[in-house]
């Protein structure tokens, strides 16, 4: 029995066009308001998961949510707006919203599907579910596998590292390939933020410690460690290619360390104004500094996470440069 999502769009046009490609798999009920919504929702008709525009005619998405999660808290929902999504990350972070896409998006409405798949399938991982015929091969075997192989277009490859030279190496093999291949320079600032991200903050003993960095929670502060050597066990793995206009770059290690929480905490910091200074909350902070900047400059940062054992951050970066607002996309199983 395929699972039914409730569509709320005012505008005919955008709601046919979700409802064609989210028909193929799934039940779609889809309204124009708020009101009709919340009706559908108080009949008892079974709903599996809500997707709504955040301005609509009469009552908000917004205050639509208030409803589900006072009413139906364990109905999973998502938004979207054709506005800045960057207008909602303070909502998001006292709401604990997780999913927010632009309407006009690089990956236009196919995101939305992908979207509705992993929230109601709870398989999240895999660059390819986000990009039709990408073909994934790994640069060698075993655990040192620190290899730079050129990809071919239409395919992502992926290296494992393990120490803070082979990063430093491979990003910046990687960095100059996709450059010459069109990309913007930003990506090797992407490529600094994601892999020490991987390398630096996700390793976590049996007890949830920091391995490679000293943490003091008290003062909201953490600092790296050195030329660091993960134990083998602890690599990480970085994956890189193109295809069209679209440059990817992928990081995965083992830990699920990263917390949706966290990340929402982060950019909220970084975007809400201190209503003193007129400065960002988190000008100070000794981190979360750098997946808000990876956020800004690429077109889309994308989060798995399964707790405990696996993060994936997926970043696509279209070769003339960030020109879309930037989805909040946030998985957690």
């Known amino acids: 029995m395929s699972s039914t999502i409730l569509l709320v769009e005012d505008l005919r046009s955008i709601r046919q066009a979700i409802c064609r490609l989210l028909g193929k798999t799934y039940e779609v009920i889809d309204v124009e308001s708020a ?39 364990s109905l999973p929902f998502a938004l979207f707006t054709a506005y800045d999504v960057n207008q909602y990350i303070h909502y998001a972070f006292q709401e604990n919203v997780f999913n927010i ?23 999240i991982f895999g660059v390819e579910k986000y990009l039709n015929g990408l073909r994934i091969k790994n640069s060698g075997n075993g655990s040192q596998s620190n290899t730079f192989l050129e990809p071919q277009e239409g395919q992502v490859i992926y290296s494992k590292i393990s120490s803070d030279d082979d990063r430093v190496e491979l990003c910046d093999r990687i960095g100059n390939f996709l450059i010459k291949k069109g990309a913007p320079t930003a990506i090797n600032q992407i490529l600094e933020e994601l892999s020490s991200n991987a390398m630096i903050r996700a390793p976590r003993d ?66 809400h104004l ?49 020109r879309f607002h930037k989805s909040l996309s946030i998985y957690e199983i």
Not at 109 to 122: N, Q, R, Y
Not at 288 to 299: A, K, T, V, Y
């Open 35 to 73: 009101e009709e919504a919340e009706q559908i929702l108080i009949s008892g008709k079974k709903i599996d998961l809500l997707i709504t525009d955040i301005r609509l005619p009469g009552k908000p998405g917004t205050q639509l949510i208030q409803f589900c999660k006072h009413h139906f808290g």
């Open 101 to 123: 896409l632009p309407k006009y998006s690089f990956l236009d409405i196919s995101f939305i599907k992908v979207m509705a798949d992993k929230i109601l399938k709870k398989d």
């Open 206 to 271: 049996t007890n949830g410690n920091a391995k490679y960095q000293y943490e003091f929670p008290s003062k909201d502060i953490v600092i790296p460690l050195k030329n660091i050597r993960l134990e083998q066990e602890d690599a990480f793995e970085i994956g890189y290619g193109y295809t069209g206009d679209v440059f990817i770059i992928v990081t995965r290690d083992r830990f699920g360390s990263l917390r949706k929480e966290e990340i929402l905490k982060r950019f909220d910091r970084h975007i």
């Open 274 to 322: 201190d209503e003193k200074t007129g400065l960002p909350l988190g000008l100070a902070d000794s981190h979360g500094r750098g997946l808000f900047i990876c956020r800004e400059i690429s077109d889309s940062l994308i989060f798995n996470i399964e707790k405990g054992r696996k993060t994936e951050i997926i970043c696509f970066l279209r070769r003339n440069g960030s």
